[in-house]
């Protein structure tokens, strides 16, 4: 597999003076346009992968800490034009036999259809339900209610589900979600981004982590200068720029506010 290093870094200011650091390269991964995500996971007792999930093409690879490849080439045997993310990709959580590894697969934009399976890697189907979807919000309404779908309890792992009836559906789970587990999700749930690759216009959806602070979206060029910057405040925000005014390129973009930085991502210009 070829493999290029893609970074998308925010800039943190701060004194170097008496700093000591070491920063050791590992391993590059290619992003080819824009519709792949790179996260970790802990499938169990802290045994983490890579996971390299390619949207468009429907099917991820898990890597090891050191790159060397685990599984390749995995694809989730979904509605090829069902929008959907995978995460909760685990052997302790799903299923009681721990020599499988299961993953879930979602959707959660409000103008299709819902849904929410757990398969293992070789196909099989752990569990399905049509018309939810994982329970996942941070920032919205108030913008300080957080929901997890899966959260361990002492009377057992518990699985929130949700419907656009504004009915809750509770499972009991065999396993226990591994600490720090990442959902692929949670990287994009901020700012989404289209058409990317742009030619025309390129419009950003914002949906701020709270409705009471101050946000910045700002756009750099491939050397991190400064391109655009606009303030996000309130509740969710469209911003639709001319990707003719742009040159042609790579762009990344940053979601922050002066404590934090939220999102980060890539924008690809063509003309």
């Known amino acids: 597999m070829k493999t290029k290093l893609l970074i ?5 200011m701060f004194n170097t003076a008496n700093i000591k650091a070491q920063v050791n390269y590992e391993n590059t991964y290619t992003v ?13 007792n802290n045994n983490y992968k890579y996971v390299f999930w390619n949207y468009y093409q429907n099917k991820f690879s898990l890597y090891n800490l050191n790159h060397s490849p685990y599984l390749l080439n995995i694809s989730p045997p979904l509605i090829s034009d069902t929008a959907h993310f ?25 103008d299709i259809t819902k849904k929410f399976y757990i398969y293992r890697t070789d196909g ?4 399905s339900r049509d018309s939810v979807t994982v329970q996942y919000c941070f920032g919205c309404n108030v913008g300080s209610v957080q929901y997890n779908g899966i959260v361990n309890t002492p ?48 419009n950003f959806q914002i949906t701020p ?32 720029i001319d990707s003719e005014l742009l040159s042609a390129g790579v762009y990344f973009y940053s979601l922050q506010n002066k404590n934090k930085v939220f999102q980060t991502g890539k924008i690809n210009i063509i003309h």
């Open 86 to 110: 995978i995460g909760y990709i685990t052997t302790t959580l799903f299923d009681c036999d721990s020599t499988n590894i299961e993953y879930a697969v979602m959707t959660q934009s409000p």
């Open 209 to 240: 982590p709270s409705n009471y602070q101050e946000y910045e979206l700002t756009i750099f060029n491939s050397a991190f200068q400064t391109v655009k910057t606009t303030v996000i405040t309130g509740a969710t925000t469209q911003i639709n």
């Open 124 to 127: 099989t189907l752990v569990f």
């Open 155 to 202: 009377a057992g792992t518990k699985l929130f589900l949700f419907n656009g009836s504004n009915q809750r559906f509770i499972y009991g789970l065999c396993g226990t979600l591994p600490e720090n587990i990442t959902e692929i999700n949670q990287s994009s749930s901020f700012v989404k981004v289209f058409p990317n690759p742009s030619s025309h216009q390129i």
């Open 8 to 12: 998308t870094a925010s800039i943190l």
């Open 32 to 44: 080819v346009n824009g519709s792949e995500e790179l996260f970790l996971t802990n499938l169990g």
